[in-house]
């Protein structure tokens, strides 16, 4: 992406994403190195990030190429589709539940819009990542659980991952954490 822009045959990330560490070594310690104080540098770690619990979902659920979800029919119900999985109900009131994506990648999408109305304002790693898994256990009652916490742990973003010396900013040293809070995962 952005090789016009930035004048270079790789484009603007220092690395493709990728699963294979060796591809793309980009950890939540990286953000300590020089070059990646910036807003897209920081960004480009996140969005690794989000790769590696994307693929994850995707190992579980599969892929879609379609993003969006069908348009709804004009009383309001959704004409058959691929997109969610089957409608459940509340037993207790009869009321609908939230529709949930059927496949991993527009699963990730809603639980990172999701967390995004989850998390406060001015977020960092931490923030974010807490805003997705509590939104999973929204959405889903937490059925992904696991797979989101190795995803982030993977890269270095484990329940015990730490900023010392954190500011406004996104300064501090930071501790990669590869470890998830679940052992039966």
Known sequence: MGAWASNREDGIRNYVYSLDTTVNPSTYKTLDKPG?????????VWAEMLWVVQQRLIGTYGFSETLLPPIPNADGSLPPNDFYRPQTFNPLTGQANPLVPKHGNTLLMQLVLDGMKLQPCSPGFF??????IQADEILTGGENACALW??????????DATVVGSTPWGGGVRQDVSRHPFSSC
Not at 127 to 132: G, K, S, T, V
Not at 150 to 159: I, K, T, Y
């Open 36 to 44: 990646y104080w910036g807003v897209h540098a920081i960004g480009e």
């Open 127 to 132: 923030d974010a990542r807490d805003a997705i």
């Open 150 to 159: 190795e995803g982030f742990a993977e890269r270095g973003l484990g329940v």
